[in-house]
T-cell receptor, first 112, second 114 residues
Framework: GENVEQHPSTLSVQEGDSAVIKCTYS??????FPWYKQELGKRPQLIID?????GEKKDQRIAVTLNKTAKHFSLHITETQPEDSAVYFC???????????FGAGTTVTVRA | GAVVSQHPSWVICKSGTSVKIECRSL??????MFWYRQFPKQSLMLMAT?????????EQGVEKDKFLINHASLTLSTLTVTSAHPEDSSFYIC??????????FGPGTRLLVL
């Protein structure tokens, strides 16, 4: 099955700096890559996703890049704010069955 | 985005009892829903895929007789934890994909088995 690895496991950044989280996947058939933000005790919230037919997608301070050849994708958060502090999960799906395989998560702390 | 609800949000039960958790898609129909379990400071682990009108498919290592899933309608899936034990204490979350594959998660159910 699909194996998604996520790094780093923890990330501490100064407010205003950028944060980058990287994920790799094993199944070349995967074609959908969402990123979720989960605050303590809450549900995961979709923040951005990318499909395999594009290499980059941006939504305000958040961007995701995808390298299909290398089988890795990254989340970029610019101008970080304290409210960006949360656990971020990457995931991958082949699309035909909608099953998501999740990375282990990255705990992001934005220092004021 | 679409809305998925879960009920109850919290449940405390005695060891040996059964607990039912409901997952509803409120503004869209979902022929497929997913059930996850999340232990503290860990990732979401897929337990099973709930299929409307047919049997659920379980991930390796998940006991189908312990975690009963019923997908009775296009908007409702239920997970029943049978004969719950303390090691079943966890955060259970459901999700449902919309027509363009975007998955929306329910708010989760925190189960504590005493």
């Amino acid at each position: 099955g699909e194996n998604v690895e996520q790094h780093p496991s923890t990330l501490s950044v100064q407010e205003g700096d950028s944060a980058v989280i990287k994920c790799t996947y094993s199944d070349s058939a995967s074609n959908y890559f969402p990123w979720y933000k989960q605050e303590l005790g809450k549900r995961p919230q979709l923040i951005i996703d990318i499909r395999s037919n594009v290499g980059e997608k941006k939504d305000q301070r958040i961007a995701v890049t995808l390298n299909k050849t290398a089988k890795h994708f990254s989340l970029h958060i610019t101008e970080t704010q304290p409210e960006d502090s949360a656990v971020y999960f990457c995931a991958a799906s082949k699309g035909n069955d909608y099953k998501l395989s999740f990375g282990a998560g990255t705990t992001v702390t934005v220092r004021a | 985005g679409a809305v998925v609800s879960q009920h109850p949000s919290w449940v405390i039960c005695k060891s040996g009892t059964s607990v039912k958790i409901e997952c509803r898609s409120l503004d869209f129909q979902a022929t497929t829903m997913f059930w996850y379990r999340q232990f503290p400071k860990q990732s979401l682990m897929l337990m099973a895929t709930s299929n409307e009108g047919s049997k659920a498919t379980y991930e390796q290592g998940v006991e189908k007789d312990k975690f009963l899933i019923n997908h009775a309608s296009l908007t409702l899936s239920t997970l029943t934890v049978t004969s719950a034990h303390p090691e079943d204490s966890s955060f259970y979350i459901c999700s449902a994909p919309d027509r363009v594959e975007t998955q929306y998660f329910g708010p989760g159910t925190r189960l504590l088995v005493l």
